[in-house]
């Protein structure tokens, strides 16, 4: 269903403690501002509804390192009863869990809050994009030009799901991985039966895999 983020600002906590607490990794993205759109002068596959590219100022906030699993998706499918999509379980327990929609996404998080005790959330189009990209503009999350050694999407030939973390030299500047290609992740932009997802997935190509590309 793509990343979660944590809501409350927890900038002095210790990453460690929080992956063990979550069951999963977590990467802190400091507070400031960052680029967000694009410019047809730097992108020459920017589309209209990209531009134009501006600075955007966010506070801090801890965003998952990975795309949920389909091992984490059925330890709260489990606790919780939850009924999910019958197709959801079926893939390898390290792959990222497919066939689930927004509000599958957002009962996960609520179940985590539970659970937990910290108020987790999907995150808006602006957080994950900052994620994705850090403050240089950056077109996909390791620079300027598309890299099938770096990603899941259609040049790079797997024509599935890969294993979460398997392309490091994929990741963004603050170390978030699979934000661009593998699977499209849920933010929490959008209106109801519009909402927003980001990153692409296995099938598209270099366009729908740049960091401010979303469907």
């Known amino acids: 269903p793509g990343v979660t983020k944590l809501k409350e600002s927890l900038d002095q906590a210790d990453a460690d403690s929080l992956e063990r607490l979550l069951g999963l990794p977590v990467v802190y993205v400091p507070p ?3 680029w967000m759109g694009s410019n047809k002068g730097e992108d020459l596959e920017a589309d209209d509804y990209e531009v134009p590219k501006h600075q955007v100022t966010l506070p801090g906030y801890w965003i998952a ?16 009863g939850y009924k999910a999509h019958k197709d ?6 390290d ?6 929609g927004w509000d599958d996404a957002l009962a996960y ?3 985590q809050s539970k659970r937990t005790g910290l108020r987790l ?19 996909y999350p390791w620079g300027a030009a598309p890299d099938p050694d770096r990603a899941n999407y259609d040049a790079t030939g797997i024509g599935t799901t890969s294993t979460v973390g398997c392309f490091p030299g ?22 109801i039966d519009l909402r927003v997802v980001r ?3 296995f099938i598209y190509d270099e366009w729908g895999s740049r960091c401010v590309a979303h469907s």
């Not at 959801?88 to 327990?93: E, T």
């Not at 959330?121 to 077109?139: F, M, N, Q, V, Y």
């Open 95 to 100: 792959h990222p869990v497919v066939y689930v």
């Open 65 to 80: 390192r990975y795309p949920v699993t389909v091992a984490q998706f059925r330890t709260f499918v489990e606790a919780e």
């Open 199 to 201: 990153g692409a997935a």
């Open 121 to 139: 959330t999907l995150p808006s189009e602006a957080e994950w994009e900052k994620a994705a990209r850090g403050t240089d503009g950056r077109i």
């Open 109 to 111: 998080c609520r179940w």
């Open 32 to 34: 400031g501002p960052f």
């Open 170 to 191: 994929g990741a963004s500047p603050y170390g978030v991985a699979e934000l661009s290609g593998n699977v499209w992740e849920w933010t929490s932009g959008g209106e």
């Open 88 to 93: 959801a379980l079926k893939g390898p327990d």
